[in-house]
């Protein structure tokens, strides 16, 4: 049995729930805003027909990325986007991706970016040794700023 863990990173947009939305639950656009798709040049990725919606899955492959399998379980329009999230290589593990979507007074989005799971103690060394947690957390920024960039057209 592992241990629990939860990363989490938000943001606020211009963009109205379901503007974000439609960006969030589509994974052909995944490649768009994620920053882990632009951490390597030659990373390979797969998105299903159709690409969004429960069922709707992408798979990545590469050397600095390793390999994976992302999958929607849940959607709830302009609100909510579950994802199950496998890593294959070079570990395995498998965690829940959340997207939740808030509406501001302003019309706005607030959209919070969280991911979770158990990890075994070997993996909860590395990840404090790495400093693994902090590093997701600013990778989530970072594709929170590229989803601004989609969403509110800056």
């Known amino acids: 049995m592992g241990r629990p863990f939860s990363i989490a990173a938000a943001a606020t947009f211009n963009a109205s ?6 960006v969030a639950e589509d994974l052909a656009r995944w490649n768009e805003w994620s920053p882990f798709f ?4 030659g990373v390979t990725s797969e ?9 709707a899955y992408y798979t990545w492959s590469g050397k600095r990325t390793g390999r994976g399998r992302m999958e929607v379980l849940e959607t709830t329009p302009g609100e909510r986007v579950v994802l199950n999230l496998e890593f294959i290589e070079p570990f395995n593990a498998v965690n829940r991706t959340v997207f939740t979507l808030t509406p501001t007074a302003s019309g706005g989005t607030h959209f919070r970016w969280e991911m979770s799971g158990e990890r075994p103690l070997l ?3 590395v990840a404090a040794l790495m400093r693994l947690d902090n590093k997701l957390a600013d990778d989530f920024v970072a594709g929170l700023g590229l989803l601004r960039g989609i969403v509110d057209g800056a």
């Open 38 to 41: 632009r951490m390597e040049a």
């Open 123 to 125: 993996m909860v060394v």
């Open 17 to 22: 729930p379901a503007k974000v939305f439609a």
């Open 47 to 55: 998105v299903s027909t159709p690409s969004s919606g429960v069922g």
